[in-house]
Nanobody, 120 residues
Framework: QVQLVESGGGLVQPGESLRLSCAAS????????MGWYRQAPGKERELVAT??????TVYADSVKGRFTISRDNAKKVYLEMNSLEPEDTAVYYC???????????????WGQGTQVTVSS
């Protein structure tokens, strides 16, 4: 099985920063894309940012210029969040598309989520 473990959430005031981390472990042959999604109360889960093996990044319009996604190897991804706003309050989920074996189809895996609360 593939496990994703997130860390770094918390309570901050508007304008402050947080850094989320996610590490993948388990039976993994390859990981293509790693990224972050979030879900606020009463809303659907939405993409925040993704990072492919080729180095391509994609950001939601709402976080462009404030959030930065990075990877330091194939199995770890980070999300640097600056100038946080109350609208950023949500549970943040780490995601990856991975193959468990060379012959396996690519599947999506999710972490358990970490709460980010932005409030004064």
């Amino acid at each position: 099985q593939v496990q994703l473990v997130e860390s770094g959430g918390g309570l901050v005031q508007p304008g402050e920063s947080l850094r989320l981390s996610c590490a993948a472990s388990g039976r993994i042959f390859s990981i293509n894309v790693m990224g972050w999604y979030r879900q606020a109360p009463g809303k659907e889960r939405e993409l925040v940012a993704t990072f492919t093996n080729g180095g391509t990044t994609v950001y939601a319009d709402s976080v462009k210029g404030r959030f930065t996604i990075s990877r330091d190897n194939a199995k770890k991804v980070y999300l640097e969040m600056n100038s946080l706003e109350p609208e950023d309050t949500a549970v943040y989920y780490c995601n990856c598309n991975a193959r468990k074996f060379w012959y396996s189809p690519e599947s999506a895996y999710w972490g358990q989520g970490t709460q980010v609360t932005v409030s004064s």
